[in-house]
């Protein structure tokens, strides 16, 4: 006899709690108030706008250290949630169990290519990182952000990031 499927709600609630408490692990995601819309497996970060966030005030723009950490945040974040999908779908994690002390490492910035392609308005913006290839020592990755229109990117990135080992510690 198969057993019964859980409620869906119950699936999004613990996904949403495991979710949580990956980005509650870097306290610098709460300091420049970036937030999380989670869909399935899909992530798009959103950095909510606060006037302390603008480099240039004569235009206004968005500082480029804000803009590099942000797209930097997302793909770390994408990277680790990847990693925690998969542990907690596998049934390998108890998700209603994680705690920040019990998460696994995230992975280490290699290096982070960022490409300004226009100046980021006083406004929300918004990231999706994609994947490009994910091993056991290494992954590659790529980051997009836009404000008002997905189309009109204002910035992008490329890294590279050293994945922790299964034995938690860095090679």
Not at 78 to 88: D, N
Not at 107 to 123: A, C, M
Not at 126 to 145: D, I, K, L, P, Q
Request: no cysteine; hydrophobic share 40%.
């Amino acid at each position: 006899m198969r057993q019964r499927p859980e409620p869906m709600q119950v699936v999004k609630e613990r996904r949403d709690r495991a979710l949580a408490t990956l980005v509650a692990g870097v306290p610098y995601i709460q300091f420049l108030n970036i937030t999380f819309d989670r869909r399935g497996d899909e992530l798009t970060s959103v950095l909510n706008f606060d006037e302390t966030i603008i480099g240039n005030p004569m235009l206004p723009a968005i500082h480029g250290g804000v803009t590099a950490a942000f797209l930097e945040t997302t793909a770390i974040i994408q990277l680790g949630w990847q990693a925690l999908w998969e542990e907690i779908e596998g049934g390998r994690v108890d998700a209603d169990a994680l705690q920040p002390e019990t998460l696994p490492r995230l992975p280490k910035t290699i290096d982070f290519t960022v490409d300004y392609l226009r100046s980021g308005l006083p406004r929300d913006a918004y990231a999706r990182a994609t994947v490009n290839r994910s091993g056991r020592r290494y992954a590659s990755v790529h980051v997009e952000a836009w404000q008002d229109n997905r189309s009109r990117l204002f910035a992008q990135a490329t890294g590279h990031f050293l994945m922790p080992s299964d034995s938690g510690s860095a090679e």
